[in-house]
């Protein structure tokens, strides 16, 4: 239906562990309205595609090392209100079609060459195939190579709600 992406994004030397995060539709959030204020708004059949993106500041990055990346999905059982004839039911472990609630999106390189800034692309996308609500995590750890030699040990996360309708 739609080609999502997930975009992280991270300083490597910030103080916090928290990701700058955004999932974007043909350029535009994809947060829910209605119903689904406050959430992401997937659509059944999206495809998500993941963007990892290291920075520094101070222009000291070298390489990142992704040593893994996941997303975790936790089910939020049916309202009547989104669905009478489930509700109180819980949706499949993951909106993503896998059957179970951490899915494993590989590991790579972010390769800086002496620039401010490196990119990682997920080897695996993902399909919207389940219909429900969860919450999602989505965590990543990381060796960071600064230019001086250094090498660092992180981990970087984020964790909001995100639902799976028909579009409608």
Partial sequence: MRDVILTATFDIDQDSQLLRWSFTADGKPISGQGVETGLL????????????????????LKQVDIQSCNLITMPRAFTKRENP??????????????????????????????????????????????????????????????????????????DPECDVGTGL
């Fill in 41 to 60: 708004a997937f659509k059944l059949g999206d495809n998500l595609t993941v963007v990892v993106q290291a920075r520094s500041e101070f222009g000291r």
């Fill in 85 to 158: 004839e489930r509700a109180g039911e819980f949706p499949e472990p993951s909106p993503f079609g896998d059957q179970y609630a951490v899915v494993d999106l590989g590991n790579g390189i972010c390769d800086a060459s002496g620039a401010s800034s490196a990119i990682w692309h997920a080897p695996r996308e993902l399909t919207c195939d389940n219909l429900g609500r969860w919450e999602l995590s989505f965590i990543i750890t990381t060796n960071i190579i600064y230019t001086d030699g250094e090498v660092e040990r992180r981990v970087f996360a984020f």
